[in-house]
């Protein structure tokens, strides 16, 4: 139970290291179903406020400084709402990184695997898009899971065969490109 | 009908927006989690003209508060109390029903979506299974010996109406698909009777049926949405039809309807049901709809 609960803190993204959140809806044409979403994510607590640009679903989420955010939460606030999260941006302040496709690192408390990328060094403010079932369309969901052999793309959690010695496993790992 | 079906959804493809919040059907899509609606159907119904002893313009009056609730994503609940003086000079409570909706898939789409879910209905009514009237006789026939004379008679219907009218079960599924420019459902149902309260026997009418729906939805205003406060005005055309199981009778109705929404919460529908083609007894062939509707999105604390 203890474990359980020191797991569950260690999967909230720690604080000022995240910015300019923003997620294009899914599965919807009018605006009481934008304001179900809206009202939906303004119930999270580490959500502030949030600002949509109605014409294409889009939701800009402000974060609430010194409370931690779960990103998994997100999309289940907007699937409880009768939708699906179709794209999910954020900007992510990154230690000095070395990142290459198909490969995770750990960087703002966080375990990132990296697809799609070129290998290269980055570090600071950084746009990443989560491309995770639940954060995508599924069309594309399946279409990303052929980026990757390994099995934490399905399970959405780290395990063995993700290939860092000192990595975690059991730990939520998400998926993501620049 | 066939060939007007086809002349609508060729004009629905030419149009931007569609919408699923049919007057008459449900969608496959259901009410958020922790969603509050409430709802305040008024019925004006004619009665059907042909029934022994009616009167001409004689109208029923239906009255049927609604509230539904979003249990989870998938599952919402819905109950109704109905209220009417159709089958007594006095207006009184009649009927209440309850309804489930499981939404068993969902493909989503920028602006699109394929949506499928299974539902039930459950409906208690206290109503008579038939409406009495008083006609005179003039005994030409030799009833009432020769005398003219007052003769009670009995109306039926085998329209299986969980709207009120008879206690009974519905199940049946909805597929709904929405388009960038179009929104289309169907659903099919089985419905059928029980016995109503304090009326033991059900008559030998007709006591189950398949129901079958075609809903579309389009969104006159606005032509882009930008806040919202802005007044929606969405636009309906559905067909609802039944068909008796064993027995050649049914019919099949068409339902035009207008909906305002204001501020991206609360709804007003004006709709006019009425039977384009059938064979089945009915009590009313026609029904206009206005319905007030007031949503509370995130009702009660829950996380």
Not at chain 2, 192 to 216: C, H, K, M, W
Request: glycine letters at 8%; aromatic letters at 12%; hydrophobic letters at 40%.
């Amino acid at each position: 139970m203890f474990f359980g609960f020191i797991l569950l803190l260690c999967s909230f993204w720690g604080n000022a290291q995240y910015r300019n959140l923003e997620l294009q809806a899914a599965g919807l044409t009018c605006s009481l179903c934008s304001n179900a979403i809206q009202k939906s994510l303004k119930s999270l607590p580490f959500v502030s406020g949030v600002r949509t640009e109605l014409k294409s679903n889009l939701f800009m989420i402000d974060l609430r400084p010194g409370v931690a955010l779960n990103l998994d939460m997100i999309s289940q606030k907007v699937e409880e709402a009768g939708f699906s999260v179709g794209k999910l941006s954020l900007e992510v302040k990154f230690d000095p990184t070395q990142i290459k496709p198909d490969a995770h690192v750990m960087s703002a408390g966080q375990i990132f695997h990296f697809m799609d990328v070129k290998p290269q060094s980055i570090a600071g403010w950084q746009k990443i898009k989560l491309m995770d079932k639940g954060f995508v369309l599924s069309a594309e969901a399946k279409k990303n899971s052929k980026l990757t052999t390994l099995n934490c793309y399905k399970t959405g959690y780290t395990a063995d065969c993700c290939g860092m010695r000192d990595l975690p496993k059991g730990k939520r790992v998400y998926h993501v490109t620049i | 009908m066939k060939p007007g079906l086809f002349v609508f959804c060729l004009l629905f493809s030419q149009i931007l927006t569609a919408q699923e919040l049919y007057v008459i059907s449900e969608p496959a899509s259901n009410i958020p989690k922790n969603a509050l609606s409430f709802r305040l159907n008024t019925m004006v119904m004619p009665m059907t003209g042909n029934m022994e002893g009616m009167k001409k313009g004689e109208v029923g009056f239906r009255v049927a508060p609604e509230l539904t609730y979003g249990i989870t994503k998938n599952l919402m609940v819905k109950a109704a109390v109905y209220a009417s003086d159709m089958f007594q000079p006095s207006f009184r409570y009649e009927s209440a029903s309850i309804y489930t909706k499981y939404r068993f898939l969902s493909q989503d789409d920028f602006h699109k979506h394929f949506r499928m879910a299974g539902f039930g209905k459950l409906a208690v009514s206290r109503n008579p299974y038939v409406i009495e009237r008083t006609v005179l006789h003039d005994g030409s026939d030799g009833t009432g010996g020769g005398m003219p004379h007052e003769e009670l008679v009995f109306n039926r219907s085998d329209e299986q109406n969980l709207m009120g009218n008879h206690s009974g079960w519905q199940v049946g599924v909805v597929a709904t698909q929405l388009l960038n420019k179009l929104a289309l459902s169907g659903t099919v149902s089985g419905v059928g009777r029980f016995n109503n309260t304090n009326y033991p026997v059900l008559p030998t009418d007709i006591q189950r049926a398949l129901e079958y729906n075609f809903s579309a939805g389009y969104l006159l205003y606005p032509r882009e949405y930008d806040s919202y406060g802005q007044t929606n005005l969405n636009l309906y055309l559905e067909w609802i039809g039944q068909r008796a199981f064993g027995k050649a009778a049914g019919f099949l109705d068409m339902a035009p309807a207008i909906q305002f929404i204001f501020n991206s919460k609360s709804r007003i529908d004006l709709g006019y049901r009425f039977q384009v083609a059938g064979n089945m007894r009915r009590f009313n062939e026609q029904q206009l709809l206005l319905r007030l509707e007031y949503n509370w999105l995130q009702a009660f604390k829950r996380t």
